[in-house]
């Protein structure tokens, strides 16, 4: 069977990873020593025994303090540079990713510090490992509105430094209705704009996130089954879902990989592409996420490969000749 061979070796984007979510224990002990930051673990066996999640609010407590070690700009280098080590082995030609500044703001860390070490990572990824990739800064939706605002305030002086915002955190009760303000001005700013909606919140969040906050991709988005109308909808406008398999599955989401809609989302002919979300949380980086998911769903084959593959490029903010040159 060449399948797996295929989805390892095809050049992708990968459109939904959060910088945070890809600090390995490994790294997370290496920094928390390096920084003199106290951990509520003894050593890596035992943090990464915590990793087992019910729900998302149950990772999010450890993600949280996961990050808690991260505090100087050399840190940001570290973790993102360890991530493009990993984009590049899987054949990410493109990464669109996803960081959190309020998680560090609010510890004091300034935000200069996090944009000054993922932009050099970033430069320094595509020098030398020839991996592109653009930052897009993500609001925490658990926060206020008045504390995204604040947050984006802090950015603008950066503005040149990332491509675009998202919402991400605690999806139930938190809907999208709630950043309709502070979407509208990044929209009038130029900003490109995503959110995570339909992941554990219903699906008329989906339809918020389109039509309140105008957002171009749905980050999950696997719900939208639960509407017929709506799939019509994301099928006809070709709306972007960014599906992260994995990550459905450890929080249970899903209960078992076999039970995964993305074949069902594929058929019914929506713009999926496939990807890690927190991929040392969750079980591997982007090409376990393919490889597991075809391995549980017998629908897939290698079509569908190259669908996820080309979706994921398509859907990229990469400009058209770089598109061009990838698909
Ligand atoms: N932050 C990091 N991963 C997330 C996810 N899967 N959903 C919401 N917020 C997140
Ligand atoms: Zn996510």
Redo the contacts with the bound molecule.
Sequence with gaps: DRLPELLRAMPKAELHI?I??SLEPELIFQLAQRNQVGLAYPDVDALRAAYAFTD?QS??DI?YAGASVLLKEEDFFDMAMAYYRRAQADHVVHAEVFF?PQTHTARGVPFETVIRGLTRAKETAQRELGVSSELILCFLRHLSEDEAFATLEQALPWRDHFIGVGL????RGNPPEKFARVFAKCRELGLRLVA?AG?EGPASYIRSALDVLHAERID?GVRCVEDPALVERLAAERVPLTV?PL?NVK?CVFPTMAQHNLATLLERGLCVTVNS??PAYFGGYVNQNYLEAFAALPQLHAGHAYTLARNSLEASFASDADKARWI
């Design positions: 959060h945070e979510g998302l990772f999010l993600y959190d991400d955190s605690s999806e995570h992941e999950h992260c990550s929080l979300d927190d």
